[in-house]
Each structure stands twice: as C-alpha cells, then as structure tokens.
C-alpha cells in the first residue's frame, strides 16, 4: 500500500512516516498543498494523510480540487481544529476521515485501515493463495502451517503480490505500489526482493507460487495444472 502523507511539521512528518513505514506501507513525504495536488496526479496511492493548514494551499483546497479532478483516492484529514463544524467542512471538502491533533499513531494506522476496507477492492483480514496464508491485520505469514518470518519490505512485496494472485503484474506496477520515490526504476531492488522471498516462500515446497515472466513481470500462484 503506498501512501501520501501531506504534513509541514518536519518532525511530525519524520514521525508519522516512520510509523507508517513500520507497519509495511510505502509512503512519500511532501510538505505543501501545490505538492501534494501534483503529487496525487502522477502516482496511484491508495490513501493521503492531509494536514489541513499547509502552505500555497491549505488541505481543503487540496481536497477539493482532487475531487474535483475526479479522484477516488481515499484521504485521511490531520488538523488542530476540533469543532463539528470544522469536521463537516472537511468532510464536505471530499475527506472520507478525520483525525484531530494530537492522536495516538495507533488511531491513525486503525483509521487507514478502516478507509481502505471501504475502497474499491476490500483487503480481507485474510488471504489464502495455495496452501499460503497471510495474516493481515497480524502481518503475519504462513505456507502450509508453518510461519515464516518476512521484513516489512518483504511482507509488502508479497501482499501485493497476493492480493494480484493469477494475474502477471510488471516491474513497474510493483514499484508504484510497494515502493515510494526514493526507488530508483534503474536498480535491480524488486529481483533482489523477489529472490529473497522465493527462498523464503517456495524453497521446499513442491510447487513454487512465485514466477518470472520473462520480459513482463512476475505471477503469484500455482501454476496451471498443478
């Protein structure tokens, strides 16, 4: 899942990011309204965190000219601001959520996951692919009962790769999802990881569930016919 997260308190960013990053979202940083509208015009995040009070344009104005451009994009509304009318302005803006000032990292990670159950594709609590099991309010990882242990990078490749099960997803595709900006499209990081989770997840099992499409990408499941 990658986010945007749209805050101009470099120390609350730094914080809320880390704590993101943590629990195996991919997430970019920007802390201006104008950034944050371009932005969302070139990546295909799942959620925006946004601040309300932003410089060269506040959070409503972000809102609202992403909706008004036709976004679906799930946005989480951050703001100091506590009064019912100050929510429903924001919710009238085009937010789906709002969260106050201060609030407990916690919150903040149940409200995301409460948006993004109501997206377009709902992210059940589990996902069974073969005889492999993904926890994923846990983040945790079983093949044929027994667990295995991933880092959060390489439990984020492989819920992508899960929740996309029969379908062959590209290079590209992968890095707009699991990674954020500071990927660089010229490394070989996705085979890196891809190689580690192969061993991790196919090597001894009779039927791998990770495989290369030579020139196209990569497919997640069984092979036809096994």
Avoid at 114 to 140: F, H, M, N
Wanted: net charge negative; with cysteine.
């Amino acid at each position: 899942m990658r986010i945007l997260l749209v805050e101009d308190d470099p120390q609350l960013a730094d914080t809320v990011a880390r704590g993101l990053r943590e629990h195996a979202y991919a997430v970019d940083v920007v802390g201006d309204g104008e950034s944050a509208v371009y932005r969302a015009a070139v990546y295909p995040y799942d959620a925006i965190v946004l601040d309300l009070m932003l410089p060269k344009r506040d959070g409503l104005a972000v809102c609202r000219e992403l909706r008004r451009r036709g976004s679906n994009v799930k946005v989480l509304m951050l703001t100091a601001r506590h009064t019912v009318e100050d929510r429903v302005t924001g919710l009238d803006a085009g937010a789906d959520d709002y969260l106050v000032k201060p609030f407990a990292m916690e919150e903040l990670l149940a409200r995301l996951r409460a948006l993004l159950r109501r997206g377009d594709e709902v992210i059940p609590t589990t996902i069974r692919v073969a005889d492999l099991e993904i926890d994923t309010g846990a983040q945790e990882v079983r093949r044929a009962g027994h667990a295995i242990p991933l880092t959060t990078k390489e439990y984020t490749l492989l819920l992508y790769l899960a929740r996309n099960a029969g379908r062959v997803i590209g290079r590209a595709e992968i890095a707009d999802h699991a990674w954020d900006d500071n990927y660089d499209p010229f490394s070989n990081l996705i085979e890196v990881y891809i190689s580690r989770l192969r061993k991790k997840i196919d090597e001894g099992h009779d039927a791998p569930l990770i495989h290369t499409r030579r020139g196209a990408g990569y497919l997640f499941g069984n092979e036809p016919g096994n």
